[in-house]
């Protein structure tokens, strides 16, 4: 898993374990807390609670995510503060807006494919086996290695994977992404906004999430579970027959 080797993700704190009426004194592993305020142009936008890895791409997706910029390529600068508890981003100001780009060919997802996407994202945390504590996200596009990144709440690793394909280039217009967890109409609104044409996911969508998706062409695929799915919108870009 792509990964900032020199963020700590995670931390020891002292216990108190307690089985039937004994209690023995420990340390558990648990999952660091980092809260990064953005600023665009000089402008304070919003805070977030991340965990503390992957802050440029958390930065890029969510502000494309939210409509601040269409394209990495409107920023001309993104830089950090020591302690990474601030991030300032610079727009050009002349950027001409973002010519649109010829339709993307119709994708289509075999069901093996979908299955052991399924199962990379559930195994790719080994922060999670630890402490539970993350949420992943993965991207599959084409001609790439899957791309599986985590936080400490989901719709972050959405915006860390998004802002990863922005920055490298990858089409996201073209790729699936999986999602451990439920799948509620904030993550798809971040889906639709990406352009992402297919999710998956192992939990329930919401009535919102499913209307979005459809709506927007979006396929959503929900309790996608060792080897059964439940297809909710668009099933024509799952092949059944692979």
Not at 41 to 55: N, R, W
Not at 80 to 89: E, M, N
Not at 107 to 119: K, N, S, T
Request: glycine content about 6%.
């Amino acid at each position: 898993m792509y990964r900032d080797l020199d963020s700590p993700l995670s931390t020891l704190r002292p216990v108190l374990h307690v089985q039937d009426h004994t209690s023995t004194p420990g340390e558990e592993e648990v999952v660091v807390e980092h809260v990064v305020r953005i600023s665009v142009d000089g402008s304070y936008v919003f805070s977030l609670s991340c965990s503390p890895a992957h802050l440029q791409e958390l930065v890029v997706g969510v502000l494309y995510c939210r409509g601040y910029l269409d394209s990495a390529e409107k920023i001309a600068s993104l830089t950090f503060s020591p302690d990474r508890t601030a991030a300032d981003v610079r727009l050009f100001p002349d950027a001409a807006p973002a010519e649109t780009p010829a339709a993307a060919p119709e994708i289509r997802v075999g069901l093996p494919e979908a299955y052991a996407l399924m199962r990379h994202d559930l195994n790719a945390s080994a922060l999670f086996r630890r402490t539970g504590g993350v949420h992943c996200v993965s991207l599959l596009s084409p001609g790439q290695e899957i791309l599986s990144l985590e936080d400490l709440a989901r719709h972050n690793a959405v915006d860390k994977v998004v802002g990863y394909a922005l920055l490298h280039h990858r089409p996201l217009d073209q790729s699936v992404m999986a999602v451990s967890g439920r799948l509620s109409a904030d993550m798809m609104e971040k889906a639709v906004r990406a352009k992402i044409p297919v999710v998956l996911s192992k939990g329930a969508p919401t009535d919102r999430s499913i209307r979005l998706a459809e709506e927007n062409h979006v396929t959503l695929v929900g309790f996608l579970r060792g080897e059964r799915m439940n297809i909710y919108t668009w099933p024509e870009r799952i092949d059944l027959q692979s």
